[in-house]
């Protein structure tokens, strides 16, 4: 099969056009919405762009039919259903080939949004009919999600803190990702680390960053009010990195963090980390992340990925909130189970999983 591209004013202007063109063989895999400049680039007007798909196989015996009978009167059910954005499962026929159909459900079920989902499955078409469907779709996939990645969330290092904050809602993963974080820097890169935790309301939080932080030999400054963060600050100003917990609510406001900044080394950052965990529904996701976006910095945690089959949430947050994952957690243990997010290691997991496979 080849894969051919034709703009048209409405549907039944590109059914008419692919039949035409390529015959009644063609099969409409996929339409979208775009803008195309005319007058010299003054204008834009709403065009349809749809992708058809024409079968290679060596022609058959049967004669061809006569131009005249070639555009059949009534466009069959699944391209009406192929008008707009997002609506690429349903856009796809039965006839499309399966790999296609494949990928375009699971990216359905990995609730990839509609924006995303379309990026990934024209590159996916692409990348599949250039190469003749030599290879597995969930490695066509992986390469597809790779690239996807490389072009919206570039390798960056992460935005050099000596002091960090995680901000999140409870129960995400903040101290146990603090902890990991805190013995990644103590254990391999030898450097001396404080913690500070401001998470004072629910029962045994302190005793729970009181733990990890003895097993590290690390002092933990419990933090009720601003005296006690100013003097904490000042206590703290020779280690090499300050970790500092929070609880969903009470995260140390911009106010406080100005006034300590007079105490810190001239215009040295808090770096804010927001702490997502995959398993929530990417709505409240998104209601976490707009609520807490004014005060973080571009970086966000991805926790508990090793407790959900659903990676589709990490490219909307990435996509819809250009936000840069630093890190992922991948269980309970603390250190190991953290990974620097690696654009590699995400496209094999989310494709993977996405086609079900280990
Ligand atoms: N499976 C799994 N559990 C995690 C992960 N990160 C944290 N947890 C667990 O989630 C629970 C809440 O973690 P906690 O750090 O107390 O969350 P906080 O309220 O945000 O500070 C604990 O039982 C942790 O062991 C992870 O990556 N995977
Ligand atoms: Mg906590």
Redesign the pocket.
């Known amino acids: 099969m080849r894969i051919k591209k034709i703009t048209a004013d409405s549907m039944p202007e590109a059914v008419a056009k692919v039949r035409r063109e390529f015959g009644d063989e063609a099969v409409i895999l996929h339409s979208k919405p775009v803008k195309v400049r005319t007058w010299f680039g003054l204008k834009s007007v709403e065009k349809l762009e749809v992708y058809a798909g024409i079968d290679d196989a060596p022609p058959r015996k049967k004669e061809r039919k006569p131009p005249a009978n070639i555009v059949k009167p009534d466009p069959p059910e699944e391209i009406k259903a192929a008008q707009g954005p997002g609506k690429m499962t349903e856009s796809l026929p039965s006839s499309a080939p399966a790999p296609f159909r494949a990928v375009a459900s699971a990216l359905k079920a990995q609730e990839v949004n509609g924006q995303v989902e379309e990026e990934l499955m024209n590159r996916f078409m692409e990348k599949w009919y250039a190469e003749k469907g030599s290879r597995q779709e969930a490695a066509v996939l992986e390469d597809c999600i790779r690239e996807w990645l490389e072009h919206r969330h570039p390798a960056a290092e992460a935005v050099p803190s000596r002091m960090i904050q995680l901000v999140?809602?409870?129960?995400?993963?903040?101290?146990?990702?603090l902890a990991k974080l805190g013995a990644r820097e103590m254990l391999q890169r030898k450097k001396s680390i404080a913690f500070f935790t401001t998470?004072t309301f629910?029962m045994g939080?302190v005793d729970?960053l009181n733990t990890y932080a003895s097993i590290m030999e690390a002092p933990v400054h419990v933090i009720y009010d601003q005296a006690d963060y100013i003097e904490a600050v000042a206590q703290s100003r020779t280690h090499d990195y300050v970790f500092i917990?929070s609880a969903?609510r009470n995260f140390l406001h911009e106010q406080t963090v100005e006034e300590a900044q007079r105490l810190l080394p001239a215009g040295e950052p808090i770096k804010t980390v927001l702490?997502l965990s995959l398993t929530a529904k990417y709505k409240d996701m998104k209601e976490v992340a707009e609520k807490f976006l004014p005060y973080i910095s571009n970086e966000v945690i991805i926790?508990?990925?090793?407790?959900t089959t659903s990676f589709g949430a990490l490219l909307n947050i990435i996509d819809e909130f250009s936000l840069r994952v630093a890190f992922v957690?991948?269980?309970?243990e603390v250190p190991e189970?953290i990974e620097p997010a690696d654009n590699r290691w995400l496209a094999a997991k989310i494709a993977g999983r996405a086609l079900g496979e280990k």
Request: aromatic residues 0%; proline residues 0%; charged residues 30%.
């Open positions: 999140g809602q409870t129960g995400v993963g903040k101290t146990t990702t998470d629910r939080a729970q917990d969903g702490v926790t508990k990925t090793d407790e957690t991948t269980g309970q189970d």
